[in-house]
Each structure stands twice: as structure tokens, then as C-alpha cells.
């Protein structure tokens, strides 16, 4: 069964309606779509198989389904010989970045 790309206004997972928030967090969480996203973020676009060397030695097949939804998503897409960020994958990376500087201070309490 091939699920189709979570946008908003689509029933995804935890949503029937399609919230964006919800559509967002359903693509986020699929297998790579997140390590493809930060691989992205450099200047220089990536071939598919430097892509896939920099996502630690994903398969081709999930690397390829990860770049279609986020290019139907209008987050990657396909220029010359790579793959870079849209301008709304840079906008959402730039949410990712504070992400990672909030993740590298996350102090969880331990269990006594």
C-alpha cells in the first residue's frame, strides 16, 4: 500500500482533517525525511548518491520515495545534478536549526 504525501487539508495520522501542524509532523516522521532535510542544508546541492552517502548509506528506494514527498511537499526539489531546499524547506530548516541548539542544551531529569 503506498501512502500518499501528508499535506495539510489530507487525513494523516492523528488527524482527520488534515491539520498543518499534524500533516507536518506526519512527514517529519516518516523514515529519513528529517536526516534528508538537514543533509540539505549546506550551499552545494547534493547528487542522489552523495545524498545518500551523507544519510549514512540509506537504500535507494527510500531515499527516492523521501525526495518525491518532499518535493510534492514543496520542501526539496531537483536542480541540475542535485537536490536542494525550496524556500519553504529553508524557512522550515531554519525552525530545525533552533530545534537542534534547544535539543543540545536538553538536560531530562533522571529517575531516581
Known amino acids: 500500500m503506498t501512502r500518499s504525501t501528508p499535506l495539510p487539508g489530507r487525513q494523516v495520522r492523528g488527524s482527520q482533517t488534515g491539520r498543518p501542524i499534524m500533516a507536518l509532523l506526519d512527514l517529519l516522521g516518516r523514515r529519513w525525511a528529517l536526516r534528508v532535510l538537514w543533509e540539505l542544508r549546506g550551499d552545494s546541492p547534493p ?7 551523507r544519510c549514512d548509506g540509506v537504500s535507494s528506494s527510500v531515499l527516492a520515495g523521501r525526495l518525491r514527498e518532499l518535493g510534492q511537499a514543496d520542501l ?8 536542494l531546499l525550496t524556500s519553504q524547506g529553508r524557512a522550515l530548516l ?5 530545534l537542534d541548539a534547544w535539543a543540545s542544551d536538553w538536560q531530562p531529569k533522571t529517575a531516581d
Open 47 to 53: 547528487t542522489f548518491r552523495r545524498l545518500q552517502q
Open 94 to 98: 531554519e525552525h530545525l536549526v533552533q
Open 76 to 83: 526539496v526539489e531537483h536542480a541540475g545534478e542535485g537536490y
